[in-house]
T-cell receptor
Framework: AQKVTQAQTEISVVEKEDVTLDCVYE???????LFWYKQPPSGELVFLIR??????QNEISGRYSWNFQKSTSSFNFTITASQVVDSAVYFC????????????FGTGTRLKVLA | DVKVTQSSRYLVKRTGEKVFLECVQD?????MFWYRQDPGLGLRLIYF???????EKGDIPEGYSVSREKKERFSLILESASTNQTSMYLC????????????FGSGTRLTVV
């Protein structure tokens, strides 16, 4: 089975707190990509990061960091010192090849950052 | 600035109407996708196309059809709209040049009354 699970439906934090969004995936494929997207209230999904299955190196981009662990099939996303502008729905996605690459999305985590 | 443009941001249609949702991309991407987004269900793939005039069913194709006559345009058709098709519809495109990362449109919120 191929699946992406984002167990946290909604998280509320106070500004400047750190917050981690969890993503667990399932696949038997050895080649795949993992993504995180942000969906602000405007509706358009914005690309945040892509990771391929052969690259377990963690990544930091400003206040954002990602932890990819194949051993636990997880690709977690941490926002450090959260800001109100981080309020959005965040989607984790697994991309697998089937004719072309298609995404399997998680159900999303709504993050509310309170001032 | 590269873009995926969806023709309508909000749409209200009556039950039984034939509805066309249009999506145009200007990035020369070979792949295009239609998703619907519902609370608690995330994004679910309706149809996708990896070439002109080619189409493949996604996970929930029932009640929908698609058309891709030109590379840049991918249309989603609701043959006879029903209230359970009230949803947010998102179009996306991708290319091997972008290692298949998607570019999304802003979405069309369709209400069927």
């Amino acid at each position: 089975a191929q699946k992406v699970t984002q167990a946290q439906t909604e998280i509320s934090v106070v500004e400047k707190e750190d917050v981690t969004l969890d993503c667990v995936y399932e696949t038997r494929d050895t080649t795949y990509y993992l993504f995180w997207y942000k969906q602000p209230p405007s509706g358009e999904l914005v690309f945040l990061i892509r990771r391929n299955s052969f690259d377990e190196q963690n990544e930091i981009s400003g206040r954002y960091s990602w932890n990819f662990q194949k051993s636990t099939s997880s690709f977690n996303f941490t926002i450090t010192a959260s800001q109100v502008v981080d309020s959005a729905v965040y989607f984790c996605a697994l991309s697998l090849y089937s004719g072309t690459y298609k995404y399997i999305f998680g159900t999303g985590t709504r993050l509310k950052v309170l001032a | 600035d590269v873009k995926v443009t969806q023709s309508s941001r909000y749409l209200v249609k009556r039950t039984g109407e034939k509805v066309f949702l249009e999506c145009v991309q200007d990035m020369d991407h070979e792949n295009m996708f239609w998703y619907r987004q519902d609370p608690g269900l995330g994004l679910r793939l309706i149809y996708f196309s990896y070439d002109v005039k080619m189409k493949e069913k996604g996970d929930i194709p029932e009640g929908y059809s698609v058309s891709r006559e030109k590379k840049e345009r991918f249309s989603l058709i609701l043959e006879s709209a029903s209230t359970n098709q009230t949803s947010m519809y998102l179009c996306a495109s991708s290319s091997i040049r972008t290692i298949y990362g998607y570019t999304f449109g802003s979405g069309t919120r369709l209400t069927v009354v």
